[in-house]
């Protein structure tokens, strides 16, 4: 059982662990160094980013999706900083950002968090890489400022999802209550994503839990008031009518064996956008980045080095 603290990982845990990753993903690392943790007060609240170095490279921007933490993004960060400036945000009520106590979760509430964020660092223009929500969001934020969005990556996610399949995603995030016993968690998560191996699930486990004063584990996530699905919809509905608005050349990933993007979602997606395409990833679910990302690493730079981006 764990101490009656927060379940880090040590440094040297998080380096072993990006070794086995890598090794597990057959991705090929350059080198393997560890994030700057950043924390920025931003219009009155409190935001935790990791800044995997390389200025000067063109900046990418990593939402990560609902329940997550920007540390689902360590292993696409560590592969792609060789050509991109990799910026991975804890968005609002997740990892170690502050939880919007008004309740303000809105897709126009993280595309300002977005440009603020930007607008701190210097940054003008950026790739944007989000998955699920931070798809949701990023595209959010696109419509809204598209001079300053250079490419846009959606991960397993876009303004059309099958609904039943976001319901268990958001069920098993509301829902999740494994007690004191960090195992007990662990088990849950596989049973949840068999896909994956459970040694890369630990790591992201224990950056994605706090301890309660009485020695209990919960989330880190804001889970204080359940996703209305028809709220969700509407927000769907809202980004369907304003895709339009995006002119920067995009890029749609979706996994194989996903159950809450389609191909005909993807397709669709596609369709609606000026510039995009959209690629399957096989022996992925919804969360590409963890299951097969050296597929996404592969796709992504294919991507940006063809427009020249990076």
């Known amino acids: 059982m764990p101490p009656a603290s927060d379940p880090l990982p040590s440094p040297a845990e998080d380096r072993d662990y990006h070794r086995l990753a890598a090794e597990i993903a057959g991705l090929e690392l350059p080198e393997i160094v560890a994030p700057r943790h950043e924390h920025v007060v931003l219009h009155g609240m409190r935001f935790h980013y990791l800044d995997w170095g390389r200025p000067g490279r063109p900046s990418a921007l990593f939402l990560h999706g609902g329940g997550q933490t920007a540390r689902t993004w360590d292993l696409c960060c560590l592969a792609l900083r060789r050509e991109l400036h990799c910026l991975a945000l804890d968005q609002r009520g997740h990892g170690d950002s502050e939880w919007a106590y008004d309740f303000a979760y809105t897709p126009e509430d993280h595309a300002k968090d977005f440009a603020a964020l930007l607008d701190h660092l210097g940054i003008a223009r950026a790739v ?30 876009g303004p059309w999802v099958r609904m039943e399949g976001a319901r268990r995603l958001v069920e098993f995030v509301q829902g999740a209550d494994g007690g004191a016993r960090f195992e007990d968690w662990l088990e849950a998560a596989c049973r949840f994503n068999p896909r994956r191996d459970p040694r890369l699930l630990r790591q992201g486990l224990l950056h994605n839990l706090r301890a309660l004063p009485d020695g209990r584990l919960t989330w880190k996530t804001d889970r204080r008031r359940p996703i209305d699905p028809a709220v969700m919809e509407s927000r769907l509905a809202a980004l369907r009518a304003q895709l339009q608005r995006i002119r920067c050349p995009s890029l749609i990933l ?41 597929a996404l690493v592969r796709e992504v730079r294919a991507f940006l080095t063809a427009r020249a981006i990076a």
């Open 254 to 294: 979706r996994g194989a064996e996903s159950d809450i993007f389609l191909d005909a979602d993807a397709e669709r997606f596609a369709s609606a956008l000026p510039d995009a395409r959209w690629v399957r990833i096989a022996g992925a679910g919804h969360t590409i980045q963890g299951d097969q990302p050296a």
């Open 128 to 157: 944007v890489i989000g998955m699920s929500m931070g798809c949701l969001n990023g595209l959010a934020f696109s419509v809204r400022h598209p001079e300053r969005v250079s490419a846009f990556v959606a991960v397993d996610a």
